[in-house]
Nanobody
Framework: QVQLVESGGGLVQPGGSLRLSCIAS????????MNWYRQVPGKERELVAGITSSSSSTTYADSVKGRFTVSRDNAKNTLYLQMNSLKPEDTAAYYC?????????????????WGQGTQVTVSS
């Protein structure tokens, strides 16, 4: 079965750094784009960063550009998020997402898998 397991969250002071990891299994990792989302209670889940299957392209939310770096190691089936210069506004549960897309004669179809999340708290 498909599994995505996040780790690396914790409590950190403003200006500090954390590295999140997501270990994937049960599907063809190198055929899926991978993303990090985050969510705070009462608010909608938002995309933080994404990376294509071959690491040819990345995308970031404006709020984290220049501070966060997403990467992947397909040989290890692992996704990473390096977070630097952390701010209190970065406090959230962070979720690993795998997204597969395919085109058929009927149109575009997407398949999504989600991890259970890891908590990041930025506070002094």
């Amino acid at each position: 079965q498909v599994q995505l397991v996040e780790s690396g969250g914790g409590l950190v002071q403003p200006g500090g750094s954390l590295r999140l990891s997501c270990i994937a299994s049960g599907f063809t990792f190198n055929a899926y784009a991978m993303n990090w989302y985050r969510q705070v209670p009462g608010k909608e889940r938002e995309l933080v960063a994404g990376i294509t299957s071959s690491s040819s392209s990345t995308t970031y939310a404006d709020s984290v550009k220049g501070r966060f770096t997403v990467s992947r190691d397909n040989a290890k089936n692992t996704l990473y998020l390096q977070m630097n210069s952390l701010k209190p506004e970065d406090t959230a549960a962070y979720y690993c997402n795998a997204r597969g897309r395919r085109f058929t004669t009927k149109g575009l179809t997407s398949t999504d898998y989600w991890g259970q999340g890891t908590q990041v708290t930025v506070s002094s």
